[in-house]
C-alpha cells in the first residue's frame, strides 16, 4: 500500500452535479434580490448567500473537505487576515 492511497477519496458525480445545481440556484437567489430594494439588507444577503456559495465551492470543488487541516488553517488564516484588513479599513471610512 503506498501512502498516497491513504489519502485518497473517490466522489461519484452526484454531489458536483448537486452542488453545481445548489451553486446555480443562489446565483439566481442574488440576482433576484437585486432587484428589490431592501436598503442595507440587501447587501448583508447577498453576502451571506456568497458566504454560503464560496464554502461550497472551497469543501467540495477544491476538496479541501478531504485534504490535510493545515490547509484549512491557511484558509481561515487568510479570511483572519481580510477580516482584519476590512474593519481598518471600515474604521478609517467610518472615523474621518
Not at 458536483?16 to 428589490?36: C, K
Not at 467540495?60 to 481598518?88: N, R
Request: charge should be negative; hydrophobic fraction near 60%; glycine fraction near 4%.
Amino acid at each position: 500500500m503506498s501512502a498516497h492511497s491513504e489519502n485518497e477519496h473517490v466522489i461519484g458525480y452526484m454531489p458536483y452535479i448537486t452542488i453545481w445545481l445548489t451553486l446555480i440556484g443562489l446565483t439566481i437567489l442574488t440576482v433576484s434580490i437585486s432587484l428589490f430594494d431592501f436598503g442595507t439588507l440587501t447587501i448583508i444577503v447577498a453576502m451571506i448567500i456568497a458566504i454560503i456559495k464560496s464554502i461550497f465551492v472551497i469543501n467540495i470543488f477544491m476538496h479541501i473537505k478531504y485534504d490535510s487541516k493545515v490547509f484549512l488553517g491557511f484558509i481561515i488564516a487568510a479570511l483572519v487576515i481580510l477580516l482584519v484588513c476590512l474593519v481598518f479599513t471600515a474604521t478609517d471610512v467610518f472615523f474621518r
